[in-house]
Structure formats: C-alpha cells, structure tokens
C-alpha cells in the first residue's frame, strides 16, 4: 500500500507538474508574442511619419509637386491653396484628427496644428521624420531638411 | 521513501532547468527580436529616406540645368563671362559650343548637389549629362531631352546595409530656351539684321543727304571758296546726330517683347567725293571776249541797245558796240556723300517662363526669366571697324 500511495503522490506531482510546465510555457509563449506585437507596433509607428512625409512630397497639386512647392518655400511662401492641400492631405494619412502636427523646412514652419487639449510645442514627438530635399540653386545650402512631427 | 525523495528532487530539478531553460530561450529570443525590431526599423526608415532622395533626384536635375542655363546664357552661350566673344565682328562669326558648355555646368551643379554633407551616408558617382534635340519635319524644335547617367548606383550605407538605387534619368527640357539660340543665330549670325537694319538708315539719309550740286562759272571760282562740309550743313544740319538716331530707331525696330537691344556704342562717319562737270562757254556765265565794232553816235549806249548789240562802251570819245564772242566756262561740282555706321549692340532675349535660379549680383534665388545675352558689332561696311 505504501508503495502504491507512493506511486499515487508521484503520479499527482507529475501531472501537477506538466500543467505547471505548460502554463509556464503557454505564458512564456504569450508574453513572447506581447512583445512581438509591441515590436511590430514600434517598427510600424516609426517607419508611418516616414512613409506619410514621403507620400507627401510625390503629391501633386495644380501644376507643381509637394516637393517643388516645399522647396521654394526659400524665397516663395507656399500659396494658402498650397497649404489648404498639405493639410487636407495630411489629414487624410492621418485618418482622424491628432493631438499635434507640424511641418517645417529647417527652422521654418510650413503648416501646424494643435489641439486645445495639447500644450507642447509638437517638436519632440513620437511620430517624427526627417528627410532631405534639394532646393533651387543658391550659395547658402542646396540640401533643407523637412520635417514631420505628430501626435496622435 | 527515500526512492521517492530522490525522485521528486531529480524531476524538480529536471522541472527547473526545463523552465529556466525555457525562460532563457524565450528572453535571448526576445533580445534578439528586439534587435531585429530595431535593424528592421532602421532599414525602413532608411528606404523611405532613399525614396525622398529619389524623388528630388529630377529635381535636382532640373535645378542644376536651370541655374547652368542661367549662367551659360549670362555669359552668351560661353563658359563664362571672361571668356565673352561677340557673335559677330563685322563679318567674323562666333558662334560658341553652347550645348557642350551647358552639359559641363549641368554636371558640375549635379556634382555640387551630390557631395552636400546633408547626403553624407550617399554615395553618387561622377554624373554625364546628355543634352538630345528631336525636330519636327518642318526642322523645327519639338522636344530636348537631357540625360543624366551615372557610372554606377548610388550608395546609401546604413550602419550594416547598403542600398542600392538608380539615379539615372531622362527630363524634358524648356524648348524656349534652345529656341533662344536657335533666334539668336538665325537673326544675329547667318543673317546681319543689325547691319540691314543700318542700312536703312543709311539709303534713308542718302537719299536726302547723298548729294549736293554747285554751279560755279569760271570767273567766279577764284572769289568762291566751297566747302563741302558747309554745303552739307546747309542742306542737312547735323547730318550724322540724325543718322545715328536714325539708326538706333531703326535697330530698334528689331526689338519684340522677348528681344531688347541696347546700343552700347555706335559710331557715324560720312565721307565726300567730289566730281567735276565743265560746261563751255556758258550763256549763263559772264562773257570772257567782246567783238567790239566802233560806231558813230552820240548816245552811245542806247545806239547799241537799239542797234541790237549787247555790249557798249566809250573810249577816247570813240563809241564801240559789241557782242560776246566767247562766255566763261560753267563749272557743275557734284559732291556725293558716303555715310557709314558702325554699331556694338548688346542683345538680350529672355524666354516667357519663369525658372528658379540664383543671381549672384542680386545675391538670392528667385523665379526667374531665363536670358541670352550678347554682343553683335557690325557695320554697313565691313571694311570699316572702328569698335
């Protein structure tokens, strides 16, 4: 009879165990796949400014492209049916309204928004992209750098 | 007892090492995806900044042909402005390598916009540009193209990628620009509109001015002093200020609203030849040897008059009545003037659109007009080049 009791312990251990295992296993694998998605996400949000500023410069409107419209911003301010344009498209990426966004040439400001509820200055946000554009010829610089920074 | 002790110690531990195993897989695994995550991140950022190069490459394209238009056509078509010939000299053509001169500074822009240190993690190889002209059947210009080849793709060096892309392109350039030379040169070069134009001007003024006639008699010639100039003067006052306003109106008729001409200099000379006619024994002219005849009468000078002579005269008492046996010769002088102009004349023709270009006098960039500027120095008479 001991040794059966024995047996029996071993045998509730055992199971007891093995479930122990797999939860463990099931956790593990669920926390593996958390982190995944939040991976994914971070890559995701990261790469959408990008992807949005890029969009942005292939646009044309009227007779000019994005692109050309944003570097003559230098010595021709874009026109308000220019900025209307940027706006509208950039509303449309964003598919509902965000806290904040900016977009700037260098230091200068092209078009920004704020919501009443946010208070900074949209510079140092989350969704943020950088990239250079040529501008017409001039002795200072040839290359701006234009950015996009939001949040949503 | 002690069996089952041992047992439950060997699968606790077997359990333990299962688990521990399990935890280090799954958290190395995760490191290794969250560094994947980040390299996976980073070419894709990477990608879309490639891809906004990409799409300025054809801008920078066309910014470097503009501001190289701009430049070459400052400087007539030549390297630059130093190096500056007149279109023509009188008969001497100069017409520069324009397209090869455009190409070279298209590719040195190019290379200018590549090697910003904003593109610091590009690579771009040295640019060739192509500049290729189609006409129509009628040799008119229909399209330019311009080609910019590269040796190699262009480089983006990620911290443990590289990217490759092509920058090669074609672009459609302004035909108006081209058409400027092309205007130029049929205007300017192949045919002298200026010189036509200067001797308009110049038929104009000889018609009224070319000539002038003095009769003078034989006896008279010696009193008389002539002075063409004074003659002319007399005729038409300040002969060459009118030519010369005359001309540049004239030159200025060539002007359209894509064409101006400014005089820079303009020269105007005229020269006389004079030629000679005699007419003898003139009526007109006084008489040189009298038939003189001795008659008897008292009134002696109406005797003749009634008796038909011409002449009377009394000498010692002794009335004579005569006729001319000979006059004085006439002299006709003819002087026929020769006008001559010469003019340097700085053409500016600009195209209709507006480019974005930099202006070094002005110090900025800006939307504008592309111009063709040079000088043309002719004369109604090619031998004569006082400029």
Request: overall charge negative; hydrophobic content about 40%.
């Amino acid at each position: 009879m001991k040794g059966q009791l024995a047996f029996f312990d071993i045998g509730v251990i055992s199971i007891a165990l093995v479930i122990f295992v797999l939860i463990s296993l099931f956790f593990l694998e669920n926390f593996h796949i958390y982190t995944k998605t939040i991976n994914i996400q971070i890559v995701y949000d990261s790469n959408e400014a990008y992807r949005f500023l890029v969009s942005l410069l292939s646009l044309k409107h009227i007779s000019n492209s994005v692109y050309e419209i944003l570097s003559y911003t230098s010595f021709e301010p874009p026109s308000d049916s220019s900025i209307e344009f940027i706006n509208s498209s950039l509303y449309y990426y964003f598919e509902k309204a965000p806290k904040c966004y900016k977009l700037s040439l260098g230091s200068k400001v092209i078009t920004e928004f704020k919501d009443s509820s946010y208070s900074g200055n949209c510079r140092d946000t989350r969704f943020k992209a950088v990239a250079p554009i040529f501008v017409p010829y001039n002795k200072v610089s040839l290359i701006e750098k234009i950015y996009l920074n939001y949040e949503r | 007892m002690k069996g089952i002790f041992v047992g439950t110690v060997l699968l606790l531990a077997i359990l333990a090492l299962v688990i521990s195993g399990a935890f280090f897989v799954v958290l190395s695994s995760e490191y290794i995806n969250l560094k994947i995550s980040l390299k996976a991140s980073e070419i894709l950022i990477a990608s879309d900044v490639v891809e906004a190069v990409k799409i300025g490459l054809e801008k920078a394209y066309n910014y470097s042909f503009f501001q190289a238009a701009y430049d070459i056509g400052k400087a007539g078509g030549y390297e630059n402005e130093l190096l500056m010939l007149p279109w023509r000299m009188y008969s001497d053509k100069n017409f520069p390598d324009y397209v090869e001169n455009l190409k070279k500074k298209t590719e040195n822009y190019i290379h200018e916009y590549f090697s910003n240190p904003e593109l610091e993690k590009f690579e771009f190889s040295e640019p060739n540009v192509e500049i290729e002209f189609s006409h129509d059947e009628g040799g008119n210009l229909r399209s330019v193209i311009m080609l910019v080849n590269f040796g190699q793709p262009f480089k983006y060096h990620g911290n443990f990628f590289t990217i490759y892309e092509t920058p090669n392109r074609t672009l459609f350039l302004p035909t108006e620009y081209f058409g400027m030379y092309d205007y130029g040169f049929e205007k300017f070069v192949n045919k002298d509109s200026i010189r036509e134009k200067i001797e308009e001007a110049v038929e104009k003024i000889t018609t009224n001015c070319g000539e002038i006639l003095v009769e003078i008699c034989e006896n008279e010639i010696s009193q008389t002093k002539i002075d063409p100039e004074e003659k002319l003067n007399e005729k038409c006052p300040n002969v060459d200020n009118v030519l010369e306003s005359m001309t540049i109106d004239k030159i200025k008729e060539l002007e359209t609203s894509n064409v101006m001409l400014s005089i820079e200099e303009i020269i105007v000379k005229h020269e006389v030849k004079e030629e000679y006619n005699i007419i003898k024994d003139n009526a007109d002219c006084g008489c040189e040897i009298i038939d003189w005849l001795p008659v008897e009468a008292t009134a002696c000078a109406d005797f003749c008059e009634s008796n038909g002579y011409e002449y009377s005269k009394v000498e010692d008492s002794q009335c004579y009545c005569g006729n001319c046996q000979k006059h004085y010769d006439k002299h006709i002088i003819k002087y026929e003037y020769s006008y001559f102009v010469a003019a340097n004349v700085r053409v500016n023709i600009t195209t209709e659109g507006l480019y974005p270009v930099y202006d070094p006098l002005e110090g900025n960039t800006n939307l504008r007009k592309l111009a063709l500027i040079f000088n043309v120095i002719t004369s109604n008479d090619y031998s004569w080049n006082p400029l």
